[in-house]
């Protein structure tokens, strides 16, 4: 396994106990989340990019009391959300954990219920890293990328995104609104790559 690079003054490495396995939190300050590492809504500790212009974590829009991970400017006065991972499930519990799996994948537990953000099989250790243009890598020990949140959209779009259509892969690159200030699961607007031309059009969902 290839360990990131560190970057606090101190390596702390903390312990906890939960329904019989032994999650071990991730660095104070750190790019990456190694394969058994973890985040929670509860600890001081943040996925910043190596340059800080991103930041990886749960958080609350509004006055919402859902806990959600996401993406944000880590530079701006407001906090800007860019990315959600789990826009279309809300999580009320604040004891969740957001996890690079013993199977590799990257997912949210609440107790026993895990909510898969990625769906790769691989045989090799994996690690997520966020990069300096806000997309979040996940990635095995020769450093492939085995997936990334660029290829899964939300509301923004980033330099390095795409909208449109892959044949190859079979994949949409397409936007969509919020429902609501404090609720980001799919709103009714939508930003895509109008599938008889090259035109990209915003259309109202279910209009």
Same mark, same amino acid.
């Given at each position: 396994? #290839?360990? %990131?690079?560190? /970057?606090?003054?101190?390596?702390?490495?903390?312990?906890?106990?939960?329904?019989?396995?032994?999650?071990?939190?991730?660095?104070?300050?750190?790019?990456?989340?190694?394969?058994?590492? %973890?985040?929670?809504?509860?600890?001081?500790?943040?996925?910043?990019?190596?340059?800080?212009?991103?930041?990886?974590?749960?958080? %609350?829009?509004?006055?919402?009391?859902?806990?959600?991970?996401?993406?944000?400017? +880590?530079?701006?006065?407001?906090?800007?959300?860019?990315?959600?991972?789990?826009?279309?499930?809300?999580? +009320?519990?604040?004891?969740?954990?957001?996890?690079?799996?013993?199977?590799?994948?990257?997912?949210?537990?609440?107790? +026993?219920?895990?909510?898969?953000?990625?769906?790769?099989?691989?045989? /090799?250790?994996?690690?997520?890293?966020?990069?300096? %243009?806000?997309?979040?890598?996940? /990635?095995?020990?020769?450093?492939?990328?085995?997936?990334?949140?660029?290829?899964?959209?939300?509301?923004?779009?980033?330099?390095?995104? #795409?909208?449109?259509?892959? #044949? /190859?892969?079979?994949?949409?690159?397409?936007?969509?609104?919020? #429902?609501?200030?404090?609720?980001?699961?799919?709103?009714?607007?939508?930003?895509?790559?109008?599938?008889?031309?090259?035109?990209?059009?915003?259309?109202?969902?279910?209009?």
């Amino acid at each position: 396994m #290839k360990f %990131s690079t560190r /970057r606090c003054s101190a390596n702390l490495v903390f312990l906890l106990i939960s329904s019989g396995f032994h999650w071990q939190f991730a660095d104070a300050f750190t790019d990456t989340i190694l394969q058994g590492q %973890s985040i929670t809504t509860s600890q001081t500790i943040t996925i910043i990019s190596a340059a800080g212009n991103f930041e990886l974590g749960f958080f %609350s829009p509004g006055n919402s009391t859902n806990y959600y991970v996401g993406i944000w400017y +880590k530079k701006a006065s407001d906090q800007t959300i860019v990315w959600v991972a789990n826009r279309e499930y809300a999580f +009320k519990n604040p004891s969740v954990v957001l996890t690079v799996s013993t199977d590799g994948n990257l997912e949210i537990l609440e107790g +026993k219920f895990a909510y898969k953000v990625t769906s790769i099989s691989s045989n /090799r250790n994996t690690s997520a890293t966020l990069l300096d %243009s806000g997309n979040l890598v996940l /990635r095995n020990d020769n450093s492939t990328i085995l997936w990334q949140s660029f290829d899964y959209p939300s509301h923004t779009f980033l330099q390095g995104m #795409k909208i449109g259509y892959d #044949k /190859r892969a079979g994949k949409t690159w397409s936007l969509t609104s919020w #429902k609501s200030t404090e609720d980001p699961s799919p709103g009714v607007f939508s930003l895509e790559h109008d599938p008889n031309g090259t035109i990209v059009q915003s259309r109202g969902i279910g209009h």
